[in-house]
């Protein structure tokens, strides 16, 4: 299938762009190259609000990811790779194999400013091969290679066989031997540990015989403003470094400090959520978790491309059976996963697991889900020790962790079924599996807790298991006064999902512009829509801002209508929503209502309360004529 020359065409004239597309079709090993059109720039941005159009527009509806037609995508946005603080934002997206509605993988790094100084903004990949194969592109010339010597590979390998190739200032990103054997918690890793982890695309790679995409380039972002830029750009490093707005101080020591905040505030889960912090999970436990107990492994201090908050490092342990060498540091997410939802307070295990994921290509939010799961199951004997291997699956054991996610990895023993994701694994395993199977769509929660943010309840509905999408979590320095920020006041429950909205819209304008949460959170509100003003050269404040994120809400959601899901009617689970309520920890008593604030969202939406359709007139008013007419033929 090659690109629908109807809704694209026509030549980039902005700032930030490339201004070049790569079409590929692996079943014809065909490229082509497409150029990007201003109007599209302008309509949806980049990442993927441009992503997802372009796929809606040449992929056949209700498509399985995972069939040679389905289409996967690589795309940045206008401020990848410019002087924008924290440019260093690419998206992996398509219809994900897990939840089977849009799924988009957000990661920084090197990689993405690494694809556009390579002459593209984005890659889109069709069919399937009948060999492995990489993606080369090198100063704007693209090839396919064969890849028969990488398959089997783990990513640290393919790493350092392509770099070895195409020398060290190369980026690769690629799968590991999960990926390559279909497991639905697969992902894509580069940079030996930066993962675009969520949504299952590993799997999607591996379908179509892809095992990595190295790229090289030295050609310059084109900035509208240059003066402009670099003025903006000291401005906001001093909001961060000095001034220290918002969350910076946080991140200047990284997201394993994020911890212990979340679990003396009741945001980390405890017992694949059916557990409280300060209560199953005690504050001696809590502290073994503490940053420091982590950081004492560190052996470097990094941070992605531009960046001036370098949250970041890489770790190593000399000795024993948790041994690791180069080993990416593991986030918030990863330590909760492993740990307190785990019942497990043993860092170096932690690091380990976190190091396996990484190195056969797993998200790390899925597996240690996965293993939460399997000790409850092991716990109510729905899993013996036998159908483990031998396993001790006890709560808190750390080398039953580090062993199963290995086994998840490999695909071995009862790997294999977990290995699938939790709501195929709770089938297979059968008796009441289903109910403590924390998923909505398949796909697992994030490690926010929606007893602690309301609102996460329906960020996890909308967008399944997913977490920077919108809500308080994402409230921005100096922005409405009247929301509260993320985890207070949340007894009072109305009005969050109006509130929701304005949230939503601006988290998809920083998402697909290319830029990092986190220094979206450490500047004020301006920062983003100042630097795509003076990089695109298209005037843009938040107002400007929060319609072409609507327009990209809208896209979303035509895209989940056609694929015949209805995000409106998926549950999340009861145990994550206080039903019933904890009994302890700092959440104890507390019941969400997410239905009303769904309600809410809805209404601010403009979208049905009965599947989650756009309204025929909003869509009308943001300029989306061909959609309404997809979505209200009959």
Known sequence: MGPNESANGGTAMLGGYMGRILWIDLSERKLTEQCLDEKMCRDYLGGYGIGMRMIYDNQKASLDPLDPGSIVAFGTGPLTGSP???????????????????????????????LKRAGYDMVFLTGASDTPVYLSIDNGRAELKDALELWGMTTYEVDSTLKGLYGRDSQVACIGP?????????????????????????????????KAIVVRGDEAVPV????????????????????????????????????????????????NWSGACLGDFDQSQIESLHHDNFYKFKTKKYGCFGC??????????????????????????TISAFGSNCMNSNPESIIKANDICNSYGLDTIGTGSMIAFAMEAYEKGLISAEDAGGLDLSWGNPDAVVKLAEDIALGRGLGEVLSMGLERAAEAIGGDAESFAVHVQGEAIAMHDPRFEPTMSVIYRMFPGKHIQA???????????????????????????????????????????GVCVFGYLSTHVDCVPEFLSAVTGVDMGVPEAIEVGERISNMRQAFNIREGVNLVKTKVPARVLGAPPLGAGPTA??????????????????????????????LLELGMEDVARDLYAS
Not at 473 to 499: H, L, M, N, S
Request: hydrophobic content about 35%; some cysteine.
């Open 84 to 114: 924008a603080v924290i440019g260093s934002r690419f998206t992996v997206m398509g219809k994900s194999p897990i939840s089977q509605t849009w799924g988009d993988a957000n990661s920084g790094g090197y990689f993405g400013p690494a």
């Open 178 to 210: 999960a990926g390559e054997r279909g497991s639905l918690l697969s992902c894509i890793i580069h940079d030996r540990g930066r993962a675009a982890a969520r949504s299952g695309f590993g799997a999607v790679l591996g379908s179509k015989k892809v």
């Open 589 to 618: 008593g507390f019941s969400v209502d997410s239905d009303l604030i769904l309600s809410e969202y809805l209404d601010a939406m403009r979208w049905s309360h009965e599947d989650g359709r756009p309204s025929k007139e909003r």
């Open 308 to 333: 001036p908050i370098a949250c970041s490092g890489t770790f190593d342990i000399a000795e024993g059976p948790y041994a690791v060498s180069h080993s990416h540091q593991p986030e918030y997410e």
């Open 224 to 271: 509208a403003d240059a003066e402009k830029a670099k003025a903006l750009r000291s401005k906001y490093v001093r909001q961060i470094r000095v001034e220290h707005v918002g969350s910076s101080q946080l991140y200047m020591i990284g997201t394993p400090a994020l911890f212990g905040l979340c679990a003396l505030g009741g945001d980390a889960p405890v017992k």
């Open 471 to 513: 809500s308080q979590f994402c409230k921005p320095p100096a922005f409405d006064d009247e929301i509260p920020g993320y985890g207070a006041d949340r007894e009072r429950q109305a009005g969050r999902g109006t509130q929701l909205k304005s949230l939503e819209c601006l988290c998809n304008v920083v998402n697909c512009a």
